[in-house]
């Protein structure tokens, strides 16, 4: 029993002394190392108070305080080749490109990925024809994701940074107007740069938008993680229960700083991908073929702290509601976004155009391939 109150001790006075310190101090070589010694410092004492003849209250707790080291092996991904934008607003921004075919249109088209942080790779389905129609079509990265910079200060992930990037991308193409193409997160992006800059929008798309508003949802406007199969949840649960994966999960809520320097950008990526594999399935209408992958990474900070800052923005929809930009709106059967996210942009957006797509899911472009190319084209080239 001695033993045993030991190794429980232990542990917990480190743990205090390590949380406090990451508090105020997000240096990771800090705050664990003074975790660790308290870790021991409170072993050895109990070891003496009880009479321990061998130091196993040491010993023990200081094993366990090392599995916090030890990083989830980071892989690199194998993207397509891209160029850059460096931005005013300090980001160095991944793009490709597919040139107008003929006389190019004046107006660009620039598609948005998902996420916050999970970017395609390459320009999607629909900008080849997009390009024969005489757009210049860009697909990016956004900051903290792919091929995109990562922000040394992880609480700059805002919505606010990612409008002000898609209008520093606009201004750098030397465009007055854009047409914005986005899908799930993508969308919310789009809404948010609407009710910014509604002069700048020549046209708008959103595919499976998420929340136009996240404060409308408090129980979350629905996730592929919602889904799992027994398998994946496994598969998930193994990626997410380890110690210094707990670890830094305590530390985002606390102090993200710390938590970027316990994790940094390339081990969290690694294992935030591995994760987006094991849910990608769930996000297709049951019996469809497999979600194709692809090797540029995703951007787990991103992902997490503009999610966060999402909740803190200010409600959109008042703004929305007097921009009179053409809009097309479409939502696949299977949608893991719960159906009032879509209702929320058809009662928002004046005169949006709405299509609901049998026997897709939240990726029109994988369901129904040719029929999400037929919608982009027709809405872009005809009205």
């Known amino acids: 029993m001695r033993l045993l109150a030991g190794i429980v001790v232990a542990p917990l006075a480190g743990a205090v002394v390590l949380l406090t310190l990451a508090f105020l101090i997000p240096y990771a070589v800090v705050f664990v190392s003074a975790g660790l010694l308290a870790t021991a410092a409170t072993g050895w004492w109990f070891a003496r108070r009880t009479r321990l003849r061998w130091p196993y209250a040491i010993v023990l707790p200081v094993a366990l305080g090392l599995l916090f080291l030890w990083p989830y092996p980071a892989t690199s991904g194998t993207p397509a080749a891209a160029r850059y934008w460096d931005l005013p607003t300090g980001s160095r921004i991944a793009y490709v490109k597919v040139p107008a075919v003929g006389t190019p ?33 860009y697909a990016y990265d956004q900051v903290g994701a792919g091929r995109s910079s990562r922000l040394a200060d992880v609480k700059a992930y ?45 046209r708008a798309v959103l595919t499976s938008p998420g929340a136009i508003w996240e404060p409308l949802y408090p129980n979350g406007p629905g996730s592929p993680f919602d889904h799992l199969t027994p398998q994946q949840t496994e598969q998930v649960d193994d990626l997410t229960s380890g110690p210094r994966v707990l670890l830094q ?38 019996g469809a073929a497999p979600a194709p992958a692809h090797g540029n990474l995703p951007g787990f900070y991103a992902n997490q702290l503009t999610s ?16 009179h930009v053409p809009t097309l709106i479409v939502r696949g059967e299977c949608d893991y976004l719960r159906p009032e996210v879509t209702e929320d942009y058809r009662r928002t957006i004046p005169g949006a155009k709405y299509v609901y797509v049998r026997g897709a899911g939240h990726s029109i472009a994988n369901g129904r391939p040719e029929l999400y190319r037929s919608l982009l084209t027709d809405f872009l080239t005809k009205g």
């Open 105 to 137: 249109r004046s107006t660009p088209v620039l598609i948005l990925h998902g996420g916050p942080g999970t970017p395609g790779d390459g320009v999607p389905d629909a900008g080849p024809e997009l390009a024969a129609k005489g757009f210049d079509v």
């Open 158 to 202: 805002t919505v606010a940074r990612h409008v002000a990037d898609l209008d520093a991308i606009r201004q750098r193409l030397g465009a007055e107007k854009v047409i914005l193409v986005g899908r799930s997160w993508g969308g919310t992006l789009i809404a948010q740069y609407l009710a910014a800059h509604p002069d700048r929008v020549e």
């Open 249 to 286: 999960s305590v530390l985002l809520q606390l102090n993200p700083a710390a938590a970027h320097s316990l994790v940094g950008d390339a081990e969290a990526d690694s294992y935030f991908r591995a994760m987006l594999l094991a849910a990608k399935d769930t996000t297709n209408c049951p």
């Open 308 to 323: 966060a800052d999402a909740g803190t923005v200010p409600d959109p929809r008042p703004k929305l509601r007097t921009v």
